[in-house]
Each structure stands twice: as structure tokens, then as C-alpha cells.
T-cell receptor, first 115, second 117 residues
Framework: NAGVTQTPKFQVLKTGQSMTLQCAQD?????MSWYRQDPGMGLRLIHY???????DQGEVPNGYNVSRSTTEDFPLRLLSAAPSQTSVYFC??????????????FGEGSRLTVL | AQSVTQPDIHITVSEGASLELRCNYS??????LFWYVQSPGQGLQLLLK??????LVQGIKGFEAEFKRSQSSFNLRKPSVHWSDAAEYFC???????????????FGKGTHLIIQP
């Protein structure tokens, strides 16, 4: 099983550019989420979704958009990249309707650098 | 607001020695608590979780953790570490962002475990 697949693994952007980080899971999980990981900060929740058509904000949502048109995919969009968005991004999914009450399955991460 | 504190940024342990990683949480009700491990360049993997019941929980790879409500702690332990245990360890608590129940995790800042031969 592929599990949670993130693309691209590495990306360099210039300030003001836009891009989409892709996330796909093949486990039929209803819950999907995006975290960012910064040195000394742990992981912080950006956005999450409890099912197709439903999204909500986490701790650090500013500068990011998400949509959930299918159960399998949960893309994260940066509309106008800023250097403060340089980070490693992780997509995670779970079978649990509540998301955080069950095991989260993580992708391998996408390292984004904004110049 | 929920929060998680991992007091130790780095810990160095000799191979074969015992290990304890500390985690303190702040949460008003009964917390759902987790320990995750991250190997270099990888995503996170669940080691164990506490929802209710027995306060000593067993996980994968020989790890266990004990929930102590009076101390607001959920420390991770292993009786004998192996070189392959070198990684970053994260404690996390389920968090209510929407007001409708737990829907995400608040992570600690992590503890970097170094294993000496």
C-alpha cells in the first residue's frame, strides 16, 4: 500500500509565487490534515478536513488554502509565497472521524524554501 | 488552550541503557495523549496512545508510557535502547479547534535522542 503520498518532495519558490502541495491517500480515510514543521517548533496544524467537501482551520491557517473534492486528495495551496512559509510540510490522514482520537498516518514530507 | 511541553531538547543515552523522555500537558478535561517518533527525513509514526483506562500503555518497538493525572505528565520509557532508536520523539495531545470535539493534535517541540555506542 502506498499510504499517504506527498508531491513534490522538494520545492524552491520566489516570494510572491504560488504553488500547490499535493497529498493523496489510498486508505479511504475520512480525516486528512496538513502540518508544518519548523526547527524547535514541533508540528503545527494548518488546515484539516473531516470528509469530502468539509475543511476547517487549524492553528496556523493564514497564507494557505485547502479544498477537499474527493476522499483521496487534500491539496494545500500557497497563493503568494512568503519567506515565513519556508518549512517542511506534512500531510496526515486517519480513519477516525475525529481525526485526533485515532492514529495519524503521515506522508514523508515536502520541503519548501521561499527565497 | 491545550499545550504540550517536552523539557529536554536533546538526550544522550548509551546503547543498552534505559530511557525516559518527559512530557507535560495542559488540558482541562481528560486528555487523549500520543507519542510519535520521526526518523531523519521521514514522516512521523505512532508509538503509543492513551485514551482512558490503564494508565500504563504499551506501544511498538518496546516503548511504554505512563499517564499521571496528578502531575499532568505522560512520560515515555524504554528499558534498553538500541542504536536504531536514535530519532526525534514528539508528545502530542488531541485538540479541539472547531468547538465540536477533538479534531487535530497539538505537538510538543520534540526531543532529539542520541544513542552512544
Amino acid at each position: 500500500n502506498a499510504g499517504v503520498t506527498q508531491t513534490p518532495k522538494f520545492q524552491v519558490l520566489k516570494t510572491g509565487q504560488s504553488m500547490t502541495l499535493q497529498c493523496a491517500q489510498d486508505m479511504n480515510h475520512e480525516y486528512m490534515s496538513w502540518y508544518r514543521q519548523d526547527p524547535g517548533m514541533g508540528l503545527r496544524l494548518i488546515h484539516y478536513s473531516v470528509g469530502a467537501g468539509i475543511t476547517d482551520q487549524g492553528e496556523v491557517p493564514n497564507g494557505y488554502n485547502v479544498s477537499r473534492s474527493t476522499t483521496e486528495d487534500f491539496p494545500l495551496r500557497l497563493l503568494s509565497a512568503a519567506p515565513s512559509q519556508t518549512s517542511v510540510y506534512f500531510c496526515a490522514s486517519s480513519y477516525s472521524p475525529g481525526g485526533s482520537t485515532g492514529e495519524l498516518f503521515f506522508g514523508e514530507g515536502s520541503r519548501l524554501t521561499v527565497l | 488552550a491545550q499545550s504540550v511541553t517536552q523539557p529536554d531538547i536533546h538526550i544522550t543515552v548509551s546503547e543498552g541503557a534505559s530511557l525516559e523522555l518527559r512530557c507535560n500537558y495542559s488540558y482541562g478535561a481528560t486528555p487523549y495523549l500520543f507519542w510519535y517518533v520521526q526518523s531523519p527525513g521521514q514522516g512521523l509514526q505512532l508509538l503509543l496512545k492513551y485514551f482512558s483506562g490503564d494508565t500504563l500503555v504499551q506501544g511498538i518497538k518496546g516503548f511504554e508510557a505512563e499517564f499521571k493525572r496528578s502531575q499532568s505528565s505522560f512520560n515515555l520509557r524504554k528499558p534498553s535502547v538500541h542504536w536504531s532508536d536514535a530519532a526525534e520523539y514528539f508528545c502530542a495531545v488531541a485538540t479541539d479547534y472547531s468547538g465540536g470535539g477533538a479534531d487535530g493534535l497539538t505537538f510538543g517541540k520534540g526531543t532529539h535522542l542520541i544513542i552512544q555506542p
